[in-house]
Every structure is written in structure tokens, then in C-alpha cells.
């Protein structure tokens, strides 16, 4: 069974451009989760969808944003990029978000994110 | 809100030892999960174990141990028997039940595992 997979593996962008990080979730997995990691720093919850709509999201400025697709993989857009911006993102997915079952998240490996 | 709390930054154990990371959490939520990932330098996140907040035994899986005291909202971690290859990152995590909810992680601990 294939695991998360995000895309690019890498991305290196200037001040002021946007960037765009692609996550394809496991199969049968409808909930994917993003989060920023920055250089030294836990993670940080940014954003929630699930059968694609967005359920949740962390305390990011709107220049933060995304989508799900109907196939449930997703994307992760951040406009107007800033030098504080650059940190690894994970994406991470797990079976859904409703009822009281409490399931783990699969991370996939990151996207590593540096704006200059 | 939730909240998790990872008070150690960093911590080194001698081969083959035990070692304990600390989690202590706050939730309001009557159901929850507590989960720990593994965060090797090359970045990827890896599930450790998971303990439900309903859970009578506190769960295990091959080394490593979650010992839960629900009373003390804590949610330690033990590694037995240290390998060189646990030296990783360790996240706490934590889900409240229902939907709309989000995990929280701690900020981490950096286990340093010495030959």
C-alpha cells in the first residue's frame, strides 16, 4: 500500500511569489491535514479538509490556503511568500474525521520550503 | 481548547537504557486520543502508539510504552532498550472526539541516543 506522497520534494521561491505543495492521501483516506514545521519548532496546525471541504484551521493569515480534490488528494497554496514562510510542510491523511473514532494521521515526507 | 505540553527539548540516554519522554496535556474534551511520533533528521513523521482517553491498559508497542495517568493528564513515553537508531525528534500529540477537531502537537523532544 502506497504511503502519503507529497510533491515537490523541495521548493525554493523568492519574496513576494506563491508557492504550491501537492499531497496525494492513502487510498481510502478522506481527511488531510497540513502542518508547518519551522527550522526548531513543533508542528503547526494549518489546515483540516475532509471530503473536500475544509473542516478546520489553524491560526495562519488567509495568504494560507488550499483545496481538496474529489479524488481527496490536496493542495496547499501560500501567496505573497515571506522569509518566515520557509519550513518544511507535512501532509498527513488518516480514514476520516467523523464520529468518536480517534485514528492515527500518516505524514507523508515533507515538502522543504525555503523563500529567499 | 487543547493544549500539550513537551517540557524536555532535549535528552540523552545510554545505549541499551530505558529512557522516559514527558507529555503532559489539558483538554476539556470528555473523549480523546494521545498519540507519539517519531521525526528522524530526514523528516518524515512516524507513528509510534496510541492510547484512547477510555482505555483501561496503557498501551504498548514492541519498545516502546505509553504510561498514561489520566488523573495527572500526563502521557509519558518509554522507550526500552535504546537503539542508536531512536535518536530522533519525539512529538505528543493529541485529538479531541466528534469532528471539527484538530491535533494538537507539542513542541518535541530531542532524544540523543549515546554508544
Known amino acids: 500500500e502506497a504511503g502519503v506522497t507529497q510533491s515537490p520534494t523541495h521548493l525554493i521561491k523568492t519574496r513576494g511569489q506563491q508557492a504550491t505543495l501537492r499531497c496525494s492521501p492513502i487510498?481510502?483516506?478522506?481527511?488531510v491535514y497540513w502542518y508547518q514545521q519551522a527550522l526548531g519548532l513543533g508542528l503547526q496546525f494549518l489546515l483540516w479538509?475532509?471530503?473536500?471541504?475544509?473542516?478546520n484551521r489553524g491560526n495562519f493569515p488567509p495568504r494560507f490556503s488550499g483545496r481538496q480534490f474529489p479524488n481527496y488528494s490536496s493542495e496547499l497554496n501560500v501567496n505573497a511568500l515571506e522569509l518566515e514562510d520557509s519550513a518544511l510542510y507535512l501532509c498527513?491523511?488518516?480514514?476520516?474525521?467523523?464520529?468518536?473514532?480517534?485514528?492515527?494521521?500518516?505524514f507523508g515526507p515533507g515538502t522543504r520550503l525555503t523563500v529567499t | 481548547a487543547q493544549k500539550i505540553t513537551q517540557t524536555q527539548p532535549g535528552m540523552f540516554v545510554q545505549e541499551k537504557e530505558a529512557v522516559t519522554l514527558d507529555c503532559t496535556y489539558d483538554?476539556?474534551?470528555?473523549?480523546?486520543?494521545l498519540f507519539w511520533y517519531k521525526q528522524p533528521s530526514s523528516g518524515e513523521m512516524i507513528f509510534l502508539i496510541y492510547?484512547?482517553?477510555?482505555?483501561?491498559q496503557n498501551a504498548t508497542e514492541g519498545r516502546y510504552s505509553l504510561n498514561f495517568q489520566k488523573a495527572r493528564k500526563s502521557a509519558n513515553l518509554v522507550i526500552s532498550a535504546s537503539q542508536l537508531g531512536d535518536s530522533a525528534m519525539y512529538f505528543c500529540?493529541?485529538?479531541?472526539?466528534?469532528?471539527?477537531?484538530?491535533?494538537?502537537f507539542g513542541t518535541g523532544t530531542k532524544l540523543q541516543v549515546i554508544p
Open positions: 498527513a491523511s488518516s480514514w476520516g474525521a467523523w464520529g468518536a473514532r480517534i485514528d492515527e494521521q500518516y
Open positions: 487510498s481510502g483516506h478522506t481527511s
Open positions: 479538509y475532509d471530503e473536500g471541504e475544509e473542516r
Open positions: 483538554t476539556s474534551d470528555p473523549s480523546y486520543g
Open positions: 492510547q484512547g482517553s477510555y482505555d483501561q
Open positions: 500529540a493529541m485529538r479531541g472526539s466528534g469532528g471539527y477537531q484538530k491535533v494538537t
